[in-house]
């Protein structure tokens, strides 16, 4: 078991447990997430995911060096697209994924929590995509996400210098979307999710998807995706509960359905 799982409430917060290892990617780890995300996916009781790493020095300090000794050129081909296929798994779950990045945050590390939705920074925290500073290029979606995150011009400036960037510079260009309290960026991540879960999750889990689809896309063209993505709550249960509840003037109560 790579990864500690603690439930609160309709959240669900999964650990990183290697912290003697900076909670660094391998096979395995990626393989339990693609399983825990595909899991979360399914489960009606989860309406949102924080994601974190063991300890205070590292959400996750990127790949697994000491298990590719020996690799071949064949074999990092396949890490590839096993690491793609993780974080695929955590972008395609229609619950929201929160990381609270606790530390470093490099290389895969980066490119994990650039997969999640959203991102709430510890103060001490540091991100950054280092790969070519070791001859080779963000290779597990660095490339293509951290742009989308934060524009082309600040992804060519990250991936070129290789530098990493703090909580304060992170939270001005948009790739961290709160900073905590000192060693508080879980229970802060917490309180997000937790404001998340009290909305319908048929409509968070449209919204996800109907954002991840139509955001590249010629306005008329990503209208149209938007519209079809509205649908599945437009004829859902839970749209009309929460018209009877506002009605009625009380809380809602969904059913995820």
Not at 45 to 60: D, N
Not at 69 to 86: P, S
Not at 120 to 146: N, S, W, Y
């Amino acid at each position: 078991m790579y990864f500690l799982s603690e439930t609160r409430g309709a959240v669900r917060i999964l650990t990183i447990d290697g912290e003697a290892t900076l909670n660094v990617l391998s096979r395995g780890l990626v393989a339990e997430l693609k399983h825990l995300a595909e899991g979360i996916a399914a489960d009606t009781s989860v309406r949102a995911v924080v994601l974190t790493g063991k300890g205070m020095k590292a959400f996750c300090a990127g790949a697994n060096l000491k298990e590719r000794t020996g690799w071949t050129f064949d074999d990092v081909r396949n890490w590839l697209i096993e690491l793609h296929a993780g974080l695929r798994a955590v972008e395609r779950c229609g619950k929201p994924w929160i990381a609270a990045v606790n530390g470093l945050a490099l290389g895969g590390g980066c490119e994990l929590a650039l997969a999640c939705d959203l991102r709430v920074f510890d103060p001490a925290a540091q991100m950054g995509l280092t790969e070519t500073k070791i001859g080779i290029i963000p290779g597990g979606g660095g490339t293509v996400r951290l742009a989308r995150v934060v524009g082309e011009g600040r992804a060519r400036d990250l991936i070129f210098t290789a530098r990493r960037v703090d909580a304060t510079e992170a939270l001005a260009m948009g790739l961290a979307n709160r900073v905590s309290a000192p060693g508080q960026s879980v229970d802060e991540a917490v309180k997000l999710a937790e404001q998340i879960a009290q909305n319908a999750p048929v409509a968070v889990a449209a919204a996800k998807h109907a954002i991840e689809d139509a955001w590249d896309l010629p306005l008329d063209e990503a209208l149209d995706r938007e519209r079809a993505h509205y649908e599945k709550p437009l004829l859902s249960e839970d749209r009309n509960e929460g018209l009877k509840a506002f009605a009625e003037k009380r809380a809602p109560v969904w059913q995820g359905k």
